[in-house]
C-alpha cells in the first residue's frame, strides 16, 4: 500500500491502537521552564522518574533576559521557573540541560535540531506549539499541553488521534526577494489559520525541493498557525548534510546505515492525500500581515483589503485600503524560533550591509535576537554583529524575547513593530502592540525606512 511521508512516520511509531485512537512511541522531548515544571510535579506525586532521561533536553528561554543573565529576571514568576527547572534537573541528573548565558543555550526549537538532538524518523513532542518545526528534517513533531508532557516524561508513549494528510504544492520560481517566510505566509492567508485543522500537511513541490532546510524550519514552524498539528517536508540530500556531525547524531558507519534509512522518509509515488493545494511562486511577493492573525496578510505592494476585520483594524490602527507602504514602523525584531537562525541573521547583514543605512530616526529599537549561543558566535565570527551595531541595532544574547511578552523584551502599546517571528495575535508582543510578521530582509528595509517599503528591488540594486 502506498503510503504518505506521514502515514511512514505514524507507523513507524504506533504502539498498539485504542479505540480511535493510538499509543505511539515518542522518542525525544525537549522542553523550557515554562511548560515543564507542572509536568515535574505530576511525575512526583505519582512517585515515579523520568521513564528515560536520554530522551529529554532543557533549555531556559521563555523568561530570560536577552541583556544580562539570571540577575536581570525582575519578574518572580519567571525567576520561580526558572529556579523550578534547574532544581528538576539537578534532582533527576538529566544531562542535556543548557541554562541561560551557556555556550549551547537557545531557543529550544532552535537548539534541539543544531544539537541533532531530534532527528528524521524520530518523533519528537514539546509543551510548545511550534515543535512542528522539527518536521522540516521529517520528525514526527507536534506540540503537547502540560498533561501530555507529563505522561511522555513518565511512560515515554502518548495516546493521539491520528491525523488527515494535506499536500500543498509550491512550483515555478520565487521572485527576488521572497523567502521562506513569505512563502508559508502567503499559504496561510490562502488556506486561513484554521485550514489545515486536523491535518498534517506535507510541502512539496520545487520551491520547498530548492529550499534550504533552514527554509523549511521556517515553513514548517508556522504550519501550527494554518491550523495544522504536524508541519513535514522529505528528506533529500539537504536534509542528510545539515544532520550530519552534529552533536547527537549518529557517527561513522551507524550514520551510513541510518542515512539509508532517512532517505525513505518521503512519500511513496500515488500516495493519496485527503486535500491538495497548488500554489504558482510567481504569485508571491514580501508579505506583511496587517491585522490580528497570520492569515491577515497581503504583498508589500498592496493595501489593507476593504473587507478586512473592523475589530482587527482598530486594534492595529489603520484603514481599509490603506497602502501597506504608508504603515510607519517604529520598532523591529529579528528573532524567535522561526527566523532566528545563522541564514536568517545572514541574509539580514548582507540585506543592510546593501543598504548601507542605519536605524531611521523614527525608529526607536531595533533587537537583532540569535537563536542561540551557537547562531551568535558563528555570526560575530562573520562581523555581522558589527554590521547591526554599527547601523544603531541592538545585539542581544539568544532567547524567545520580543516574540512573546513573557521576559523584558516587551513592546510598547500602539506601536507598530515589523517582526520576524510566527504570532500576531492581540497583546502577543505586548499589551497593545501592534504586530505585523514579515520575512528578515522586510524587517532590515523598515528599520532603515521606517515604513514598509514597497519598491525593494529599487532599495536594494
Known amino acids: 500500500m502506498k503510503k504518505t511521508l506521514y502515514d511512514k512516520l505514524f507507523d513507524l511509531h504506533v504502539v498498539k491502537k485504542e479505540g480511535k485512537n493510538y499509543i505511539i512511541k515518542i522518542d525525544r522531548m525537549p522542553g523550557h521552564e515554562v511548560t515543564s515544571a507542572q509536568a515535574f510535579s505530576d511525575m512526583q506525586q505519582a512517585h515515579r522518574t523520568p521513564w528515560n532521561k536520554d530522551q529529554l533536553l532543557f533549555v531556559e528561554d521563555h523568561n530570560t533576559p536577552t541583556k544580562g543573565g539570571y540577575e536581570m ?19 533527576h541528573k538529566i544531562d542535556k540541560f543548557f541554562p541561560l548565558l551557556s555556550e549551547k543555550n537557545g531557543i529550544v526549537h532552535v537548539v534541539s535540531i543544531e544539537r541533532g538532538f531530534v532527528l528524521p524518523g524520530t518523533s519528537a513532542v514539546c509543551g510548545d506549539s511550534h515543535t512542528a518545526t522539527y518536521g522540516a528534517i ?5 506540540g503537547v499541553g502540560t498533561s501530555e508532557v507529563s505522561t511522555v516524561l513518565q511512560t515515554g508513549v502518548l495516546k493521539v488521534e491520528k491525523l488527515k494528510n494535506m499536500r500543498i504544492t509550491v512550483n515555478g520560481k520565487l521572485k527576488k526577494y521572497v ?15 484554521s485550514g489545515g485543522t486536523g491535518y498534517a500537511i506535507e510541502f512539496a513541490g520545487e520551491v520547498f525541493e530548492g529550499m534550504s532546510v533552514e527554509g523549511r524550519l521556517t515553513v514548517c514552524n508556522m504550519a501550527i498557525e494554518a491550523g495544522a498539528k504536524v508541519g513535514l517536508v522529505a528528506v533529500d540530500q539537504k536534509t542528510l548534510e545539515y544532520v550530519h556531525g552534529r552533536e547527537f547524531a549518529p557517527k561513522g558507519k551507524d550514520f551510513e546505515k541510518f542515512s539509508e534509512f532517512a532517505k525513505n522518509l518521503k512519500s511513496d509515488e500515488g500516495a493519496k492525500f485527503n486535500k491538495e493545494y497548488v500554489f504558482d511562486a510567481s504569485d508571491i511577493e514580501p508579505q506583511v500581515t496587517y491585522g490580528t492573525n497570520p492569515a491577515e496578510v497581503v504583498g508589500i505592494s498592496q493595501s489593507v483589503p476593504n473587507d478586512a476585520s473592523k475589530s482587527s483594524l482598530e486594534y492595529m490602527g489603520l484603514k481599509p485600503n490603506q497602502k501597506i507602504s504608508s504603515i510607519p514602523v517604529e520598532y523591529v525584531f529579528l528573532g524567535s524560533c522561526t527566523n532566528a537562525r545563522f541564514s ?4 539580514a547583514a ?12 523614527s525608529v526607536k529599537q531595533v533587537l537583532i535576537v540569535p537563536g542561540s549561543m551557537e547562531v551568535k558566535k ?13 547601523a544603531g541595532f541592538e545585539w542581544r544574547n539568544p532567547g524567545c524575547s520580543a516574540c512573546l511578552a513573557m521576559n523584558n523584551d516587551i513592546m510598547p502599546s500602539g506601536k507598530h513593530i515589523a517582526s520576524t517571528s510566527n504570532r500576531n495575535f492581540r497583546d502577543r508582543q505586548g499589551n497593545g502592540a501592534r504586530t505585523h510578521l514579515v520575512s528578515p530582509i522586510v524587517a532590515m528595509v523598515a528599520a532603515t525606512h521606517g515604513r514598509f517599503a514597497d519598491n525593494l528591488e529599487e532599495i536594494l540594486s
Open 73 to 91: 529576571i525582575t519578574d518572580k514568576n519567571s525567576k520561580q521557573q526558572i529556579d523550578t527547572l534547574r532544581e528538576n534537573v539537578k534532582k
Open 138 to 142: 521529517a520528525s514526527l513533531a507536534f
Open 179 to 193: 523567502t521562506p517566510k513569505d512563502v508559508i505566509l502567503y499559504i496561510i492567508g490562502q488556506i486561513s489559520t
Open 344 to 347: 536568517d541573521l545572514e541574509i
Open 350 to 361: 548582507q540585506t543592510l550591509k546593501k543598504l548601507n543605512k542605519k536605524k531611521h530616526e
Open 378 to 390: 558563528k555570526a560575530e565570527e562573520k562581523g555581522y554583529d558589527k554590521i547591526f551595531i554599527d
